[in-house]
């Protein structure tokens, strides 16, 4: 029998032990709250020992950053769909609904694995994504514009901060539909910018 085959087994129980540990902490982070979160709670519901969860994570924030980075990487995967699918101008509301309401969990759960992911692995983490997005689309994508490194950085960036603004100021009280409103003005009018660059050149 090969290694391969002889170690797939506990592979398979490894992840399969990931796996539920994270489901349980989003369980409890979407229905309890962070208050409630801890490795000891997780662990528990998860059905495996805390040391075996201490194995594959060595906190509850690192959960909470294995979580935003599902989470994230689930919202780009969409975004990119979007892109190649359709036409930019035609897309941009699908785009921002991507962003606004994408990926499981409620408004609060989605933005705490967001800023989860940011605290465990830096402002860096941005560049990330943005860079693993637009090789995703590199070639797949049609725009009627040369997409630039600065327009995509505006385009990927514009209104994923303004949406991180908005989640960190919720005395504001800003209404959703409204809200994704300005920010399809706002990215309809740029893109509308760089095609209008774009045929006078």
Excluded at 21 to 50: P, Y
Excluded at 78 to 107: F, H, N, Y
Excluded at 121 to 137: C, N, P, Q
């Amino acid at each position: 029998m090969s290694e391969k085959k002889r170690r797939s087994p506990r592979q398979a129980r490894a992840q399969a032990s990931v796996e539920a540990i994270l489901e349980a902490g989003f369980q409890i982070l979407e229905h309890e709250g962070e208050g409630a979160l801890n490795t000891n709670l997780i662990a528990q519901r998860a059905g495996v020992s805390i040391g075996t969860l201490y194995q594959y994570f060595s906190s509850k924030e690192e959960i909470l950053a294995e979580l935003g980075e599902r989470h994230a990487r689930a919202i780009r995967d969409r975004i990119a769909d979007i892109l190649i699918k359709a036409p930019e101008q035609s897309s941009v509301r699908a785009i921002i609904r991507a962003l606004m309401t994408g990926g499981d969990g409620s408004p609060a759960t989605r933005a705490l694995l967001s800023e989860a992911l940011i605290r465990h692995k830096g402002e860096s983490v941005l560049s990330t994504h943005h860079l693993a997005f637009l090789d995703s689309i590199s070639g797949r994508a049609e725009f009627r514009f040369p997409l630039s490194p600065e327009a995509a950085f505006v385009l990927t960036h514009g209104a994923i901060c303004l949406l991180r603004a908005a989640a960190a100021e919720p005395e504001l009280a800003l209404d959703r539909d409204k809200l994704e409103d300005e920010l399809v003005r706002m990215m309809e009018s740029y893109l509308a910018a760089l095609s209008l660059s774009a045929s006078a050149n």
